[in-house]
């Protein structure tokens, strides 16, 4: 078994400010992502990477940036936090293309 | 454009009856169709999944029914519990792309 992990649990910015959300993973596996879940809007993918130091971008990509320095971890920076983006931040990850995607527990962003 | 549709917003069953959820989809390439289930506070979880080459895939309670010519795919809840209550995400994703497309959810509530 493994087990993911996101911090923080809850971020509170300004609006404008740079925001960084960490994910942990202990799974080993190779496959990392971040999705956003707005309420009403089920889930959207920022970014994801296949292998450390690779990044992929999903269909919300504008507006962040993403960081896979080794391959336990996957970094998603807000670059420029909007009130328009509250929402919860969901880090997934993934063995290979027929393994099951495994979520974690998520980061409420709250902007001010 | 929402790739992947989902029907109905939310849906009240009385405990036994089967609950019904609709998605389709518009890329021929999808190829893994999973339904997620969210309960509130907790991030998703996969349920149930299915590939093309079958139309039909059950686990206990939960059957997907998937038509590939149509582009549908439906899960059906049997002898629906209240402890089945949760929102539901269809999803899809082809061979190529490595993230996720979510429908909107189907806020699901089984009254006793």
């Known amino acids: 078994g493994g087990i993911i992990t996101q911090t923080p649990k809850f971020l509170i910015g300004q609006e404008g400010q740079k925001l960084t959300l960490k994910c942990q993973q202990n799974?080993?596996?190779?496959?990392m992502y971040w999705y956003r879940q707005d309420s009403g809007k089920g889930l959207r993918l920022i970014y994801y990477s296949i292998t450390e130091n690779d990044l992929q971008k999903g269909d919300l990509s504008e507006g962040y940036d993403a960081s896979r320095e080794k391959k336990s971890s996957f970094s998603l920076t807000v670059t420029s936090a909007q009130k328009n983006e509250m929402a919860v931040f969901l880090c997934a990850s993934r063995e290979n293309s027929y393994a099951e995607q495994f979520f974690g527990p998520g980061t409420r962003l709250t902007v001010l | 454009q929402q790739q992947v549709r989902q029907s109905p917003q939310s849906l009240t069953v009385w405990e036994g009856e089967t609950a019904i959820l609709n998605c389709s989809y518009e890329d021929s390439t999808f190829d893994y169709f999973p339904w997620y289930h969210q309960f509130p506070g907790e991030s998703p979880a996969l349920l149930i999944a299915i590939r093309p080459v079958s139309n039909k895939k059950e686990d206990g309670r939960f059957t997907i029914f998937f038509n590939k010519r149509e582009k549908k795919f439906s899960l059906h809840i049997a002898d629906s519990q209240p402890g089945d209550s949760a929102t539901y995400f269809c999803a899809a994703r082809d061979n190529y792309a490595q993230g996720l497309t979510f429908g909107l959810g189907t806020r699901v509530s089984v009254f006793p």
């Open positions: 799974f080993n596996h190779d496959t």
